[in-house]
């Protein structure tokens, strides 16, 4: 993937304005300056863009998932230890959005065609990242942290709140399936 659009600048701006039921309402992150949220966003948009694409996988739905997930992190305000902290809230905060959104009543009765996930995006997909994103629900996310992010299996444990062996299962099972859908299959 070349780059995550930058489709909302206004999360730089000093107020967020939401409009609910025809009112507006302004907000403020009260523990972070707008430089510190527009560092922020600039460190992990590339990361958040990448996993809410493989749970959405179009650009629109991609994008929305994104900015819900940068809306809830200046509306919560979290403090961090460190910036790995950060980027692991984040990536729970983008799993969660994207969950949230797909089990949605109305989300249910949509009917999603192949020709909307292949879509037109303005970035190049690989050949892995398909298969990747061919996989079942529960795969996707585990690959992704494990491989493109890097982190380990008690991390990724952590994360998502599961038994670390359910996800070395889960990166076992995966691999068989990408080896499956690739033909061959290199070991990282």
Same mark, same amino acid.
């Given at each position: 993937?070349?780059?995550?659009?930058? $489709?909302?600048?206004?999360? @730089?701006?000093?107020? !967020? =304005?939401? /409009?609910?039921?025809?009112? =507006?309402?302004?907000?403020?992150?009260?523990? #972070?300056?707008?430089?510190? *949220?527009?560092?922020? $966003?600039? #460190?992990?948009?590339?990361?958040?863009?990448?996993?809410?694409?493989?749970?959405?996988?179009?650009?629109?739905?991609?994008?929305?998932?994104?900015?819900?997930?940068? *809306?809830?992190?200046?509306?919560?305000?979290?403090?961090? +230890?460190?910036?790995?902290?950060?980027?692991?809230? @984040?990536? #729970?905060?983008? !799993?969660?959005?994207? &969950?949230?959104?797909?089990?949605?009543?109305?989300?249910?009765?949509?009917? *999603?065609?192949?020709?909307?996930?292949?879509?037109?995006?303005?970035?190049? !997909?690989?050949?892995?990242?398909?298969?990747?994103?061919? @996989?079942? &629900?529960?795969?996707?996310? =585990?690959?992704?942290?494990? $491989?493109?992010?890097? $982190?380990?299996? +008690?991390? *990724?444990?952590?994360?998502?709140?599961?038994?670390?062996?359910?996800? #070395?299962?889960?990166?076992? +099972?995966?691999?068989?399936?990408?080896?499956?859908?690739?033909? /061959?299959?290199?070991?990282?």
């Amino acid at each position: 993937m070349e780059s995550a659009p930058t $489709y909302f600048p206004d999360i @730089l701006a000093p107020l !967020i =304005v939401l /409009t609910v039921k025809g009112e =507006v309402n302004t907000m403020k992150s009260l523990l #972070r300056t707008n430089s510190e *949220i527009a560092e922020i $966003y600039e #460190r992990h948009i590339q990361t958040v863009y990448r996993v809410c694409f493989t749970y959405m996988k179009n650009v629109a739905d991609t994008e929305e998932a994104a900015s819900d997930t940068f *809306i809830k992190l200046l509306k919560s305000s979290p403090s961090f +230890e460190s910036s790995e902290h950060e980027k692991a809230w @984040l990536i #729970r905060t983008a !799993i969660n959005v994207c &969950k949230d959104t797909l089990k949605h009543w109305w989300r249910r009765r949509e009917e *999603i065609s192949d020709d909307a996930i292949k879509g037109d995006y303005s970035f190049e !997909i690989s050949e892995v990242a398909h298969a990747v994103l061919a @996989l079942p &629900k529960k795969y996707k996310a =585990v690959v992704y942290l494990h $491989y493109y992010e890097g $982190y380990k299996g +008690e991390e *990724i444990a952590k994360m998502l709140g599961k038994p670390h062996s359910t996800i #070395r299962n889960h990166l076992r +099972e995966a691999r068989l399936m990408l080896k499956e859908r690739l033909g /061959t299959f290199h070991e990282e």
